[in-house]
């Protein structure tokens, strides 16, 4: 039977996975797509640690993590797509300089 | 690994039967929605075929099984033989949670009685929602990987209205689960059950009449039929997100358009029209029950096809934000103040 | 509890695709995956309501915002100043460092996960909720908490759309 140990250590492999993705990755859209696998990580927790305390609080918290996860990642893709129109690139690097 | 018991054998059994049973009747539809086409239009439709054509959707898929599978250079090989996959795997796995029958012994066969249900979840309203919502990746999928502006534009058209008629189907389904106070199918069907005065059938239809007529609009608008089929009319966009496919993979699309009309069928007889409840018939015999309210519904779906004129696509998407899901909401708010004042 | 290992690897599989791949749609499609292995722990985990918002709001919904943003930029593949067969940790500058935090990271949290005390042993009998019950808390202890949710998605909304919005306003056709 997987026990608490068992989801603790997949949701910190996925959350170090999702980590290294924003460090690592050089195109805007990968980078919020790896900020969608922390806070999946995250959710995999609080409901874990929910399951084994016996209360339901663990998904009521997940349910609004995810309720802020697609606010963010409307607006982000709003911003990706704003950023995309004026330097017709989704690499993070082009955008350094603050004037123009 | 669980022993081979009689009722493991019957669960695999009825898994089998259902998967058929859905093939069939896409087969089914193919034939009924062309006689049906042609006596609205007073003409004859195919009566050569077998006994009254009932053989012409087997010669049309045996039509189709011959036809060379082209793929055009440009496309994303993975994804485009994905997309087909996709929307018949979704159109399949939705019906699994779909019950049509109560429980039965099949004539003493079984030690145990068995629900006429693949599988018996206690969430099964939400689970046919999130596949509904799976079911747009299918055509989206469809649409890019051609690489073609007839199909892409078709593609995100498609998907745009799939999402946006996805709310007032949600907020349909919802209504109905506050009146039937569980989101497990089964008991929301057995809430259906008997009749006032003797007469009228509890069925939450006449409960919900607003929630009715939206949910099966918004199921119209989910499975891309007409008057909402805009982004595949074959006058305005070629064929929209399927142009570009060809052979088994079209059936694929056909058959996943078929079997999504009969689950959307099935559901709305669940919700609203009682399931497998009916008078005259014993319980275990309610599956015939249940067929032909399915099968009214489905007439319902051709028959508005070959009368409505096609939605334009901003007038479509201007119905569904507008119109259908204030509908929705506002049904909402009032089936809760009903369920609140009359007590539950 | 071989089902559990097959959604983890599943999941994990994934997300290592996620972010080694080069087209933005594969990494979209892979999500999505992960997203469907996680689905099946949280079953695993007795929270069926938590397993079908995440595949009706994840993977139904905001990876289809995902997808349909990559579709409509076009979003080129990574043109990237670095030779990308290289591993992440023999490249040069900030990305060398960036995977090597990451290394660091993931040894870090194994080691602090799971050298718990006596909370990491099985989980209690009892499954805890149904749909039922979150629906009771949540109406009643988190109420402030949800309204203040739907005014934050009314934030979101107005200004996802003022965001992308192009200029010349009003002038723009109402299209797909």
Redesign the interface.
Known sequence: ??????????S??????????V?????L??I???I??ML?AV??TF??F???M???????I???V??????????G??????L??HRE???PDTFTSLKW | MPAITPLLVAQLVLVVVVFHALLLSAAAMVWVERRLAAALQQRLGPIRVGWQGLLQPFADVIKLMFKEELRPKAADALLFALAPVISATCAFAAFAVVPFGARTTFFGLLSEPMLLQVADVNVAALVIFAIASMSVYGIVLAGWSSNSKYSLIGGLRSSAQMISYELSYGMALVSVLLVGNSLSLTEIVNGQAGAWFGVIPRWFIFLQPLGFLIFLTAGVAETNRAPFDFPEAEQELVAGYHTEYSSMSFAMFFLAEYVNMVTVSAVAADLFLGGWHGPFLPESLGWIWFLLKVSALLFFYVWMRWTLPRYRYDQLMKFGWKVMLPASVLNLIATAAGVLYFGG | MTLFYVFAAVAVVASLLVIAQRNPIYSVLLLIASFGALSGLYVLLDAPFVAVTQIVVYAGAIMVLFLFVVMLLNAPHEETDYDETVHPLRRPGPMRFGAALAVALVVELLWALTKGGGETGAFPGAAVSSVRTIGRSLFTNYAFAFEVTSVLILVAMVGAVVLARREGGPSAPPSA
């Open positions: 039977m997987p026990t608490l140990t068992h989801y603790l250590v997949l910190g492999v996925l959350f170090c996975i999702g980590t290294a993705g460090f690592v990755r050089r195109n859209i990968t919020l797509l790896s969608e696998i999946n959710n995999l409901v874990a929910g399951r084994s016996g209360s339901a609080d663990g998904q009521i997940v349910f609004f995810m309720t802020v996860a697609a606010a963010e990642a409307a607006v893709l709003a911003i990706v797509i704003g995309f129109r690139s989704l690499n």
